[in-house]
């Protein structure tokens, strides 16, 4: 029996896209309609409510998309919601359908607009972090991250192998403009001799000595990973100053890009997927609102929207003291 005043859900996607999206997006609607819930998928995230593209969903409407990347509701960032008049013009599309609760999958910058429509009209939010990016506090995981770190590793190998044979430097540059986690799992799966993230300052000259005392050992295959929001801008900014100083080093700069943020979701993508999905509306049925569906130590866990928006994930200080040691 539930007691919940949440009867009709919507759901979007927003931000930035991440694969896995779909799978929560799964079950986000096969969920509610196991509880009786009428479910409408909004389209292009905020700027659907906006616009009212808002389409009433069913079970088959979401069938074989939960290994498909992308999403099947569209994402994109929306102007219009920054402003009370676009929220309220939100607010009044979802009222004449009787949409009492939103499910909104997305990065801190969606979150944010989920708080401020949840404070401003009674509708209750739910947020499901969905980045490639994981710098969201209190989860885990975010969906997407295992994806594009997983498609990271498997071009850096690819790398490796031509870089092996021409006894090259490589400076591969990651996803990550202000967390450098892809950089920094892909690069320690990968063997990287020196990971860079925006979280640390980038000591060149620690790179070009080691570099340098490499050389002297032979050791002439090397691999940095260098997350693009590190302090000098990325692969390429990286590599000119290692050229400058180490001119006669075979080096190469590799930008994986948006290969990052696509393909199938991988089995972890689409188990958490599911699993938020399934407690984003469990939450609405048990009257726990405007929180952040996140997973702590293999547990459901519960963010207020507004710590989720502002809080960031701390790097282990182990993880970079492993990545100096393996790499020696
Ligand atoms: P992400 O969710 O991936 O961090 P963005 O930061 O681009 O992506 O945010 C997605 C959308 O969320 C924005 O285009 C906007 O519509 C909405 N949004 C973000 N911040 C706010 C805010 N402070 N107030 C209202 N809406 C916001």
């Known amino acids: 029996m539930n007691d919940s005043k949440v009867t009709r859900i919507g759901v979007l996607t927003s931000g930035g896209d991440s694969p ?19 479910v409408y998928g909004i389209m292009r995230g905020y700027s659907g409510m906006v616009e009212d593209d808002i389409f009433k969903m069913e079970s088959r409407s979401v069938a074989n998309i939960i290994q498909r990347g992308g ?19 939100a607010y009044e599309n979802l009222k004449k359908r ?22 401003e009209f009674d509708i209750p939010c739910i947020g499901l972090p969905g980045t490639i990016d994981k710098d969201i506090a209190g989860t885990d995981f975010t969906i997407g991250f295992d994806t594009a770190v997983n498609t990271a590793v498997e071009a850096i190998d690819k790398i490796r192998d031509t870089a092996d044979a021409h006894d090259r ?22 063997g ?7 979280e640390r300052k980038t000591d060149i000259d620690a790179v070009v000595s080691s570099l340098q005392e490499k050389e002297k050992r032979k050791k002439l295959v090397n691999l940095i990973v260098v997350a693009e929001g590190d302090e000098f801008g990325g692969g390429e900014e990286v590599a000119k100053h290692v050229k400058a100083k180490l001119p006669n080093v075979d080096t190469r ?7 990052q943020r696509g393909g199938s979701p991988t089995c972890l993508d689409r188990l958490i997927a599911s699993r938020m999905g399934y407690h984003a509306v469990e939450s609405l049925m048990t009257n ?5 569906v996140g997973i702590q130590n293999n547990k459901m866990h519960y963010t207020p929207l507004e710590n989720a928006v502002k809080a960031k994930q701390k790097i282990n200080e182990e993880w970079m003291k492993i990545v100096k040691i393996l790499a020696s």
């Open 20 to 38: 896995g999206m779909n799978a929560a997006v799964r079950a986000v609607v096969r969920t509610g309609l196991f509880h009786g819930l009428e």
């Open 288 to 292: 726990r609102y405007n929180v952040m």
């Open 169 to 190: 430097l490589f400076i591969i540059e990651v996803m990550g403009r202000d967390a450098g986690y892809i950089a920094l799992h892909s690069g320690i799966a990968t």
């Open 98 to 119: 009787g949409i009492n609760g939103l499910v909104v999958i997305g990065g801190d910058g969606s979150f944010n607009g989920a708080l401020k429509f949840s404070q």
């Open 192 to 198: 990287a001799e020196h990971i860079l993230i925006p």
């Open 253 to 259: 700069v590799c930008i994986l890009g948006h290969i």
């Open 71 to 89: 999403t099947v509701l569209k994402t994109a960032r929306c102007k219009e919601f920054f402003e009370y008049e676009g929220r309220k013009k």
